[in-house]
């Protein structure tokens, strides 16, 4: 459990020192004055039948430590948006991520999709905040959080207006996840979170074990067309996907390339 704890202690102090200079009164006033989210679950199906890619924005990750750092995320979020990509994710952990809410809030001023928040979410406080930067999704990551913690943050999520995406790794999460209420939205981590092994097997173990009606998302470790078909075929209905898109020198022509389009692969 230590590297994910490790993120999380640091994200708790993170936030004590945030909430001395922005009260909760005052992040809460700027939540509820900003303009409706755009819907994420919608985005999630285009209409045109494309593959739906949400496509993320990291300078850095614990796993590999940096990717980019001189990474402009005003720039790769226009080339996610160019390459057909349904929705943008951006890591808002400025430690192990070098990330920043202000990335965010840049990200979803400049392009029309739907922008979810990636982070390390355990507080209320947290929610108000990607609200008011624009946001339309939060990750909630269900081995961390207590039942009883993510069936509120779940609940604050949707008053909101956004959308949880809960994310699972195990079967015990997903069990946890289905009793803390009716998630819309899991996302299967195919990287463990304590160790930070991949395997795609993770989404294959556990994609049946969902309920019907809930919409998924494969996470982490996608990096082909190969990979895509072999989740499709297991009912996925997106994928997420940072490292590869991060790094690629052309990302445009990459998500095409992983979308099936203008190949001779077929959708
Ligand atoms: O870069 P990848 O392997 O394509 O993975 C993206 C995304 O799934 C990964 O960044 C991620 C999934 N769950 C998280 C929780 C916290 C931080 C990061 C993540």
């Given at each position: 459990?230590?590297?994910?704890?490790?993120?999380?202690?640091?994200?708790?102090?993170?936030l004590?020192?945030?909430?001395?200079?922005?009260?909760?009164?005052?992040?809460?006033?700027?939540?509820?004055q900003?303009p409706?989210?755009?819907?994420?679950?919608?985005?999630?199906?285009?209409?045109?039948?494309r593959?739906?890619?949400?496509a993320?924005?990291?300078?850095?990750?614990?796993?590999r430590?940096?990717?980019r750092?001189?990474?402009?995320?005003?720039?790769?979020?226009?080339?996610?948006?160019?390459?057909?990509?349904?929705?943008?994710?951006?890591?808002?952990?400025?430690r192990?991520?070098?990330?920043?809410?202000?990335?965010?809030?840049?990200?979803?001023?400049?392009?029309?999709?739907?922008?979810?928040?990636?982070?390390f979410?355990?507080?209320?406080?947290?929610?108000?905040?990607?609200?008011?930067?624009?946001?339309?999704?939060?990750?909630l990551?269900?081995?961390?959080?207590?039942?009883?913690?993510?069936?509120?943050?779940?609940a604050?999520?949707?008053?909101?207006?956004m959308?949880?995406?809960?994310?699972?790794?195990t079967?015990?999460?997903?069990?946890?996840?289905?009793?803390?209420?009716?998630?819309r939205?899991?996302?299967?981590?195919?990287?463990?979170?304590?160790?930070?092994?991949?395997s795609?097997?993770?989404?294959?173990?556990?994609?049946?074990?969902?309920?019907?009606?809930?919409?998924?998302?494969?996470?982490s470790?996608?990096?082909?067309?190969?990979?895509?078909?072999?989740?499709?075929?297991v009912?996925?209905?997106?994928?997420?996907?940072?490292?590869?898109?991060?790094?690629?020198?052309?990302?445009?022509?990459?998500?095409?390339?992983?979308?099936?389009?203008?190949?001779?692969h077929?959708?």
């Amino acid at each position: 459990m230590s590297r994910l704890r490790d993120i999380f202690a640091a994200r708790v102090e993170d936030l004590d020192r945030v909430k001395h200079q922005h009260p909760l009164t005052e992040v809460r006033r700027l939540a509820e004055q900003s303009p409706p989210p755009r819907d994420f679950l919608t985005a999630l199906h285009p209409q045109d039948g494309r593959v739906a890619i949400v496509a993320e924005i990291k300078r850095a990750s614990p796993s590999r430590g940096i990717l980019r750092a001189d990474l402009d995320v005003v720039d790769q979020a226009r080339l996610y948006e160019a390459g057909g990509a349904v929705a943008v994710s951006v890591l808002t952990e400025p430690r192990f991520f070098q990330g920043d809410l202000e990335d965010l809030s840049l990200v979803a001023r400049t392009i029309p999709l739907p922008v979810l928040r990636k982070d390390f979410i355990f507080d209320p406080y947290q929610l108000y905040e990607a609200r008011a930067a624009g946001a339309s999704a939060v990750l909630l990551i269900a081995s961390y959080l207590d039942r009883v913690l993510l069936q509120d943050l779940m609940a604050l999520t949707q008053t909101l207006g956004m959308t949880a995406l809960v994310e699972i790794h195990t079967v015990e999460d997903l069990e946890k996840s289905l009793h803390a209420g009716l998630p819309r939205l899991i996302g299967i981590n195919n990287r463990n979170l304590h160790d930070f092994s991949v395997s795609l097997d993770t989404t294959i173990t556990l994609r049946h074990l969902i309920p019907a009606g809930i919409r998924v998302i494969a996470e982490s470790g996608i990096h082909t067309r190969e990979d895509i078909q072999r989740l499709r075929s297991v009912g996925v209905d997106a994928f997420l996907i940072g490292e590869v898109l991060v790094l690629a020198s052309n990302p445009v022509a990459l998500l095409r390339e992983l979308r099936g389009e203008g190949s001779n692969h077929g959708g």
